[in-house]
């Protein structure tokens, strides 16, 4: 039941933009929700990732928009910076030909004097996360007292990321009769409380709760022990050499781990997780988003929401510990009508998380076969890999008492004066390739762990 755009009764400038973007007919959350806003009734909007809802949102709040009011009109809440800019961004591209109106996205990370200025110039539409517009309101350089409109997306993530707090006390700012809306992926008794204290008789627009299996992804998993998870997702990365893809870790120091595996092994990869630089982060995004890094290697928070073309994969390299999560990060592939491929590796640690994962999506998840002989060949080759790292790791433990010996032995040369005819050889050398500790710690290498070196069996 989707229809044109032309249908709903939209100005005629802003039709030029949609129809400029390619968007032909409206997804089904867009041809129940617009109506509804239009009308102005507050709406809980229910649809999967990737299914349109910020046109749902953003397009009628557009038409809302009284061009001859430079009050700031429409408020938008997004959990991330990266989705907050995305909103934005999307948000400009309606407005393509409604120059009258301008919007702002205001996160945290970025420089608050230049989003005081840039507030100065009186957007219209402001989209931010909740800690930034918090601190403008505070510092009294946003007023959103004449807000029409307040919509709160991806509202179950603002919730799991501890901001109802902040909810509230923006609410509170705003005016009572204001039209509020609320998108989410998931429903939660959460949301169903916010909802109760924020809206007014909301109607609730849900498109089909079994969703993932209609959105174009098929989804794999792979019984996979942490240690061969890199192996697998190498392999898989040459295999199907998709355009872009993701890979989401747990940690962000798993996500730093992966990526710089990945690089060394020569892929175009790279890591983005909370605690990097916000800059860092955007010239991260623009470079996936044109293509320019291949894998984005990421932790939930920063990678939610993110809409880019392309994504043909994407690899839960850890099992999320929130079944949501799920849902959110293979949303990222398969977007906008295209096809895409999701794998979770799932070791017997993350079994039973998995299990749920299945039982609350509904999901088909088929485990990942057709490959098995290729990948068990693999897995011993990876097998003895990991067999002989242990044996070095197994060194490795007794390594400070083996230096210990040695070191023993270097002292009473030293005191003795035994080692002068080296002396010279070794100066020649210094001053030609290496440090005197490049040089020591090279030696010691070579006396301990070179297996068939007499030296190190004298010493063992
Ligand atoms: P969601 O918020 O539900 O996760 P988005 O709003 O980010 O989804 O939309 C996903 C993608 O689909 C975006 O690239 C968007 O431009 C595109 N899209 C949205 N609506 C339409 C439409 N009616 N026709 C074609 N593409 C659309
Ligand atoms: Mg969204």
């Not at 509804?36 to 709406?43: A, H, N, P, Q, R």
């Not at 409109?149 to 990321?161: P, S």
């Not at 959110?328 to 491929?341: C, D, L, N, V």
């Not at 032995?409 to 030609?432: G, M, R």
Request: aromatic fraction near 6%; include cysteine.
């Amino acid at each position: 039941m989707n229809i044109k755009f032309k249908d709903l009764g939209l100005s005629k400038d802003l039709l030029k933009a949609i129809s400029i973007m390619g968007f032909k007919e409206t997804t089904p959350i867009q041809s129940k929700a617009i109506p509804e806003i239009l009308k102005g009734g507050d709406i809980i909007g229910l649809a999967a990732t990737g299914t349109g809802k910020t046109a749902a949102f953003g397009i009628p709040a557009i038409e809302k928009v009284d061009v001859d009011s430079k009050d700031v009109q429409i408020l938008v809440l997004c959990p991330t910076r990266e989705l907050a800019m995305q909103v934005a961004d999307e948000m400009n591209k309606f407005l393509k030909f409604k120059k009258e109106s301008s919007v702002l996205a205001v996160y945290g990370g970025q420089s608050i004097s230049r989003q005081i200025n840039a507030l100065r110039r009186k957007p219209q539409i402001i989209i931010g996360t909740p800690g930034r517009i918090l601190d403008h309101l505070e510092r009294g350089t946003l007023k959103i007292n004449k807000i029409k409109m307040l919509v709160l997306d991806e509202a179950d993530r603002m919730l799991d990321m501890g901001f109802r707090k902040d909810i509230k006390r923006i609410l509170s700012a705003t005016k009572k009769n204001r039209q509020t809306l609320l998108f989410s992926a998931t429903m939660s008794r959460e949301i169903l409380n916010l909802t109760r204290s924020y809206q007014k008789n909301p109607k609730t627009i849900k498109i089909d709760s079994n969703e993932l299996n209609k959105l174009s992804i098929e989804q794999f998993y792979l019984n996979s022990e942490p240690g061969y998870k890199i192996d697998f997702l190498m392999d898989l990365i040459n295999k199907y050499d998709p355009e872009l893809s993701i890979v989401f870790c747990n940690t962000k120091r798993k996500v730093d781990k992966i990526a710089k595996t990945l690089k060394q092994t020569g892929f175009s990869a790279a890591g983005i997780h909370g605690d990097m630089r916000q800059s860092k982060r955007d010239s991260i995004m623009n470079r996936f988003r044109k293509n320019k890094i291949k894998i984005l290697v990421a932790t939930d928070v920063a990678a939610r929401g993110i809409d880019v073309d392309n994504v043909q994969a994407v690899f839960n390299f850890e099992i999320p510990r929130e079944t949501d999560s799920y849902i959110h990060r293979i949303g990222r592939t398969g977007r906008a009508g295209k096809s895409g491929k999701a794998f979770s590796f799932v070791s017997k640690s993350e079994k039973r998380l998995f299990e749920k994962i299945i039982k609350y999506t509904k999901s088909h998840i088929k485990e990942y076969s057709n490959q098995k002989d290729n990948f068990s060949s693999r897995k011993k080759i990876v097998e003895k890999k990991n067999n002989k790292e242990k044996l070095e790791l197994n060194c490795d433990g007794h390594l400070e008492k083996k230096a210990n010996k040695v070191l023993k032995k270097v002292e009473k040369n030293i005191t003795k004066h035994e080692h002068a005819i080296y002396l010279e050889i070794a100066q020649n050398f210094i001053s030609k390739k290496c440090t005197h500790k490049d040089l020591s710690a090279a030696l010691l290498k070579i006396l301990i762990e070179e297996k068939n070196n007499k030296l190190f069996r004298k010493y063992n």
